[in-house]
């Protein structure tokens, strides 16, 4: 019974992961149409395109290795982070700016933490 659990359970969890991947696949194809369309690439368009790729990366990861490393989507949150700021800053009051402005230096202090703590308390095998 728990083995059957545990294979259901793993099942759905790569339905889930195809359906993330496919969903941003297609994404990523609808806003190469946007930019092809409109015959520009703008940096906010960029940096979603990098998004996407992150998210797939961590699709990838996670099925390579079942585990999901906390950073990745720490860095897509920062990399989300600077695309908000990049579309609406005329539109931003000063509180605003400063609020995401250090969000980011808050996630990009986190990353920096966790990684100290990877390299200096490694995980043991049998973890």
């Known amino acids: 019974m728990k083995e059957q659990a545990k294979l259901a359970l793993e099942i759905i969890e790569d339905v889930g992961l195809l359906v993330i991947a496919i969903a941003t696949i297609i994404a990523a194809g609808a806003e190469v149409m946007v930019m092809v369309e409109a ?42 982070l600077a695309r908000y700021m990049i579309l609406d800053m005329k539109g931003m009051d000063t509180w605003r700016m400063v609020g995401v402005t250090g969000a980011a230096l808050i996630l990009g202090i986190t990353v920096l933490i966790i990684r100290y703590g990877h390299t200096t308390f490694p995980y043991r095998k049998d973890d």
């Open 39 to 80: 015959q520009k690439v703008t940096l906010a368009d960029l940096l979603l395109m990098f998004i996407y790729l992150e998210v797939l990366a961590m699709v990838g990861v996670y099925l390579d290795s079942g585990k999901l490393p906390i950073r990745m989507p720490l860095y897509i949150a920062i990399v989300a």
